[in-house]
């Protein structure tokens, strides 16, 4: 089930309560637990199919490494901010791999300040962020901030209907 959202958006905050009803007994939140749901793409899901993490190697094995995931059968929570994009007919997700997923909108208006506040960016540069084409991660960043392996962002109105668009799951 993926929990998908913009960066900025709250996906830690709906973690934060989904872990705390899902993998406790009383319901109470500590930090600790945050890590039952993992996020995706993620360096150690690649580490057996990938030379060199680039984005290239990444995408060509978004859907083997979620196969892979998903050899135990059991149900699993994953936290994303990248679009359900495709890319060179590379999918980042699929049906067989996807049972639903929680899109977690917030206004744009807010997200701006927040990437502000986060980033240390001015308001303009925020907007900026959040309207232009992104891909963050793996030595990529916006304005020389790291941001781990590669989240394909797109732009904030481009990534809410990448994931609202599909009704399937």
Known sequence: IWLASYPKSGNTWLRSIISSLV????GKFDFKILRKIDQFPEKKYFKDLVDNFSFEEVKNNWILAQDKINLDGKVKFFK???GRYTVQKKNFTNQENTLGTVYIVRDPRVVIQSVSNHYE????ESYKFISTPQMTGNGDSYENRNFGIFNLL???DDHYR???????N
Do not use: F
Not at 121 to 124: K, P, R, Y
């Open 80 to 82: 994303t901010h990248s």
């Open 154 to 156: 797109g732009k904030w």
């Open 162 to 168: 990448s994931w609202t668009k599909n009704k399937e």
């Open 23 to 26: 993998y406790t007994e009383d």
């Open 121 to 124: 960016l001015s308001i303009e």
